[in-house]
């Protein structure tokens, strides 16, 4: 494994900490959770979750054991048939990943991002990163320009709550057989195996997804977040999402896509404790937030999840 040496980056680096805006969303006006289920649907994805899919479209499971690992997982219908339950053991020791995915042809033309609807994670004492990948079918060489590859985070709760969040097309990266190599570009018309994948990850998860769905318009409140419990502390959900990151980091190449929304999920949930934690430090978050966003589709993921993860630490001096 390699050896990763984090170190607490200057405050200029981070570039947060001035202009910091003098209003912060509260829980109950940010990204209102009623205006982004009122977005426009294109393609409902999957049958299993209520869905409109024809065909043999089917989830399926991966373990690691495919390279020696011991992680266990498997998906099972909600109560009700009203959603998807993904449930699983990531074990790193050899291996390190639970993958879900989801075959059979669909046309995802004209749309330009991913809707899910999910509930928050209990259990765990970070947010909870999920990759995210379409695939065309298989390229040569394989996954070169036939894949594209995102990510998202689960906020923490200690009870389920439903969460809205949109992936963009734009914060996904097609993947390619050298960096510099030339792709004619993403085929979204023929897009045939969708993937959910929790990597590197230790511990137990249940991930409850009531939908997810293709849409036209992204929706001016990109997400719906949930406010952390009185009792959990602010301090505790950082210090566990920056130690979460690091290691996704360690790992070779990087996982620096579901670092980035580690870290973007907990600091917006910080954002939301206004009880506990003071406006000042709410709004270098926000701020730090909203630059991150604006920044993921353009610039290196290990660069935005880098200065963002600076902002956590130096919030961590401020709260409890």
Avoid at 127 to 145: E, H, K, V, Y
Wanted: hydrophobic share 40%.
């Amino acid at each position: 494994m390699t050896a990763v040496v984090t170190m607490l980056l200057p405050f200029a680096d981070v570039e947060l900490l001035e202009n910091v805006p003098s209003y912060v969303p509260s829980a109950d006006n940010m990204w209102d959770f009623n205006r982004i289920r009122q977005s426009t649907f294109t393609t409902t994805l999957d049958g299993v979750m209520g869905g409109q899919s024809s065909g043999a479209a089917t989830f399926a499971t991966t373990l690691d054991g495919v390279m020696g690992g011991q992680s266990m997982g498997g998906a099972s219908r909600a109560t009700g048939n009203k959603g998807l339950v993904l449930t699983g053991t990531v074990n790193t020791n050899g291996g390190g990943f639970v993958s879900y995915s989801r075959r059979g042809l669909v046309d995802l033309s004209g749309t330009s991002g991913l809707l899910f609807e999910a509930e928050a994670v209990t259990g765990q004492s970070s947010p909870l990163a999920l990759a995210i990948g379409l695939s065309t079918g298989n390229g040569w060489p394989p996954r070169s320009c036939t894949t594209l590859d995102g990510a998202i985070a689960l906020p923490v709760h200690s009870y389920g709550q439903r969460t809205t969040f949109f992936l963009s097309y734009d914060e996904m990266e097609l993947q390619r057989f050298w960096w510099w190599s030339w792709c004619p570009g993403f085929d979204f018309s023929r897009v045939r195996d969708i993937s959910i994948r929790n990597v590197y990850q230790a511990g137990s998860f249940k991930v409850t997804l009531y939908s997810m769905k293709a849409v036209k318009k992204a929706p001016a409140y990109p997400y719906s977040w949930v406010k952390l419990p009185q009792w959990w502390s602010p301090r505790a959900l950082l210090s566990a999402a920056i130690k979460r990151g690091d290691y996704l980091e360690s790992k070779e190449g990087g996982y620096y896509k579901m670092s980035y929304n580690v870290y973007r999920t907990a600091a917006l949930q910080v954002v939301l404790s206004s009880g506990s934690v003071g406006s000042y430090v709410r709004g270098v978050l926000w701020n730090a937030v909203q630059k991150a966003t604006r920044d993921a589709p353009t610039r290196s993921d290990w660069r935005v999840a880098r200065e963002l993860k600076g902002s956590l630490k130096w919030a961590l001096q401020f709260v409890w």
